[in-house]
């Protein structure tokens, strides 16, 4: 690993870590690795092999990549997840509160909504 993948690896690790609440000795015990092994890991001194760094990302339900700093999701591996059938309306928020969405922005969303209904009638 290079300097800045190494640095990458270790600040995601503890953030990861500190996310789920966890002293790194604790975490240390989820990989069954010895408490030092793993503080090396954090500090950057040390770098796990393959089937560590597997792991780590499987016990952490994040990625390899994302631990590697080759991504920024965190978890590549999740389906998206499919809507219930049963639901007819979808609705929307805005993120920005006091940004404004223009007319024609709204009429280009209605128009994606039909598009998107008249591509669902004709699979039927």
Do not use: C, W
Not at 58 to 80: A, F, P, W
């Amino acid at each position: 690993m290079s300097f800045d993948e190494k640095l990458i690896f270790s600040t995601r690790l503890r953030h990861e870590r500190e996310r789920l609440g966890l002293m790194q000795k604790e975490m240390a015990q989820k990989l069954d690795i010895p408490p030092n092994t793993y503080n090396g890991y954090e500090t950057g001194k040390r770098s796990p092999n393959l089937e560590v760094a597997k792991h780590i990302s499987d016990t952490l339900d994040i990625s390899v990549d994302y631990l590697l700093g080759r991504t920024d999701e965190r978890n590549l591996k999740k389906e998206k997840t499919k809507l219930d059938e049963s639901i007819k309306t979808i609705a929307a928020h805005r993120v920005n509160p006091y940004e404004d969405i223009s007319e024609e922005g709204i009429n280009k969303i209605n128009e994606y909504i039909e598009m998107i209904r008249m591509m669902e009638q004709n699979k039927k």
